[in-house]
T-cell receptor, first 111, second 112 residues
Framework: NAGVTQTPKFQVLKTGQSMTLQCAQD?????MYWYRQDPGMGLRLIYY???????DKGEVPNGYNVSRLNKREFSLRLESAAPSQTSVYFC??????????FGSGTRLTVV | SQQGEEDPQALSIQEGENATMNCSYK?????LQWYRQNSGRGLVHLIL?????REKHSGRLRVTLDTSKKSSSLLITASRAADTASYFC????????????FGKGTKLTVNP
């Protein structure tokens, strides 16, 4: 089982550029999430999707958009990257009360 | 805003000693979970304790939950150098969503 796969693993963007972070899970989980992790801040929820076709804002959604393409895939888009979006991004999925499965993360630097 | 807050922020112990980390949270929950994160990696789910449970064990891990004090503790017994990692507590809400709010973590260093 691959679990949760995130691509790319590393990315450097210039301010104002756009990009999409990809996430796919092969565990047939209903719920998927995007978090960002900054030093000393823990993980903060950007967006989540409780099921295919639904998405909801989390704690820090500004500057991001998401798409739940199908049950497997949940992508995160930065339309116009800003230095404040420099972070490590984690995708996760879950099914009921079984805990989250996380991807290995995308390290994004915006210069 | 952070729901859970871990204490201490950092902990350094010798191999073989026990490590205890605490988590406090603010609102009522359905369950509380603990995760481990090795440096540069994603988080790994360790254990889940439901609001009607007081204690749970998994191998060398022991988790307690006190809903009256809105607090939980994670005990790692007979620690090993491989336990060096950051540990996070995470809480859901009673609204039925699987959405979790994570604390800022405790960084544990186990010295060989």
């Amino acid at each position: 089982n691959a679990g949760v796969t995130q691509t790319p693993k590393f990315q450097v963007l210039k301010t104002g550029q756009s990009m999409t972070l990809q996430c796919a899970q092969d565990m047939n989980h209903n719920s998927m999430y995007w978090y960002r992790q900054d030093p000393g801040m823990g993980l903060r929820l950007i967006y989540y999707s409780a099921s295919e076709g639904t998405t909801d804002k989390g704690e820090v959604p500004n500057g991001y958009n998401v798409s739940r393409l199908n049950k497997r895939e949940f992508s995160l888009r930065l339309e116009s990257a800003a230095p404040s979006q420099t972070s490590v991004y984690f995708c996760a999925s879950s099914f009921k009360e079984r805990g989250y499965t996380f991807g290995s993360g995308t390290r994004l630097t915006v210069v | 805003s952070q729901q859970g807050e871990e204490d201490p922020q950092a902990l350094s112990i010798q191999e073989g000693e026990n490590a205890t980390m605490n988590c406090s949270y603010k609102t009522s929950i359905n369950n509380l979970q603990w995760y481990r994160q090795n440096s540069g990696r994603g988080l790994v789910h360790l254990i889940l304790i439901r609001s009607n449970e007081r204690e749970k064990h998994s191998g060398r891990l022991r988790v307690t939950l006190d809903t009256s004090k809105k607090s939980s503790s994670l005990l790692i017994t007979a620690s090993r150098a491989a336990d060096t990692a950051s540990y996070f507590c995470a809480t859901d809400s009673q609204g039925g969503s699987e959405k979790l709010v994570f604390g800022k973590g405790t960084k544990l260093t186990v010295n060989p």
